[in-house]
């Protein structure tokens, strides 16, 4: 947040939209003192988010609030001052960024400021396959695949 505004000092909390594994939530953590919303309703990455919690001292993890909904589910007001949607708002389909603008205006306060990450502008013109390298988990190995779905 400091690198985009060095004078953004989050006072009444951070919204953090889409939280997934915490990197925002993390981040804000250490940048202030305010509470945190983690919004984020997709239990794998919640269930992350979660356990890095618990690792926290009892202080940073108490200034967390952690909503398994969508924004517009959560039904916040007021509750912050500075909005992250970081990595989010490109994974959404119409619907539910249709529903966060109105959801993002109720739970930010007048004047609040809010940090987008803006899908790309264009899809990438072919298929991508990425095998992803193998890790060894005691008697198990475990590969990944990512593909990404460009506009051929």
Do not use: Y
Not at 14 to 29: P, Y
């Amino acid at each position: 947040m400091r690198s985009v505004s060095p004078d953004l000092k989050p006072g009444l909390g951070v919204l953090d939209v889409g939280a997934g594994t915490g990197c925002v939530t993390f981040m804000s953590l250490a940048a202030s003192g305010a509470p945190v919303h983690a919004v984020g309703p997709a239990r794998a990455m919640r269930s992350s988010l979660m356990t890095r919690l618990a690792a926290l001292p009892g202080n940073r993890r108490a200034r967390v609030t952690v909503h398994p909904h969508t924004l517009d589910e959560a039904a916040l007001r007021r509750v912050s001052d500075v909005a992250v949607c970081h990595n989010a708002v490109a994974c959404m389909n119409p619907a539910a960024r249709r529903a966060l603008w109105p959801a993002l205006a109720e739970a930010l306060v007048p004047g609040g400021v809010l940090l987008v990450q803006l899908p790309p502008a264009v899809v990438p013109p072919r298929r991508i396959k990425r095998v992803l390298p193998t890790r060894r988990v005691g008697q198990h190995a475990g590969v990944g695949i990512r593909r990404a779905v460009g506009a051929n």
